[in-house]
């Protein structure tokens, strides 16, 4: 006997509810954060909106700035040449 048409509605809208679901879920997740490990193996995450993390983020720049172009290209895989922008 086939499903009631009413019943595989509730159903296909329940998948769609529980994906609606879990896409907040991992938005909510993965918001960016800056994690530091200390010595001993202890460590603490930082989000990019607290003072801490906004200072870390902005050191992170500055060196990523600093690095030399091709040791940037080499990690990345880039197989492009480089050019100074600037």
């Known amino acids: 006997m086939p ?3 009413h ?3 509730d159903r296909v ?3 769609a509810d529980e994906a609606a679901a879990y896409m907040r879920r ?9 994690r530091v490990y200390y010595s001993g193996g202890r460590s603490s995450a930082f989000p990019a909106d607290s003072e801490p993390g906004r200072a870390l983020f902005l050191a992170a720049s500055r060196l990523i ?3 030399p172009r ?3 290209q080499a990690r990345t895989g880039s ?5 100074n922008t600037r």
């Open 65 to 67: 700035e600093l690095a």
């Open 3 to 5: 499903a009631k048409p």
């Open 79 to 83: 197989t492009t040449t480089a050019r």
């Open 70 to 72: 091709r040791a940037r």
């Open 13 to 15: 809208s329940g998948y």
């Open 7 to 9: 019943r595989l509605l």
């Open 26 to 34: 991992r938005r909510h997740i993965r918001k960016p954060f800056a």
